[in-house]
């Protein structure tokens, strides 16, 4: 018999939050859609020269974890390579004399 007592009381209960909870989905919904458009695209120069600084950070990376071991050398060598890339690509859309 508390059934149908226990089922009004959850009716009243959704009945009174159903406002309430849609104002947070609303204004959740709205915040998503404001970040999500906020973003600014990269230009192709940018774009260039975030992926040569990529290529030095794991160089430098790879040159840590290899120093004073036997794969040294071939770690500094590539650390050259990358910065000489990045040096290339910033020249190239001149954000570097």
Do not use: F
């Not at 159903?18 to 859609?33: D, G, I, K, S």
């Amino acid at each position: 018999m508390t059934a149908p007592v226990e089922n009004q009381i959850e009716g009243k209960l959704a009945r009174k939050l159903a406002p309430v909870v849609r104002e947070m989905l609303l204004a959740e919904v709205e915040r998503l859609a404001a970040s999500t458009v906020a973003k600014p695209k990269l230009s192709k120069a940018d774009d260039d020269i975030m992926v040569a600084c990529r290529q030095v950070a794991s160089a430098a990376d790879r040159l840590a974890q290899a120093k004073y071991g036997p794969g040294e050398i071939a770690a500094r060598k590539s650390l050259e390579r990358a910065a000489t890339v990045l040096g290339r690509a910033m020249r190239k859309h001149r954000r570097m004399p």
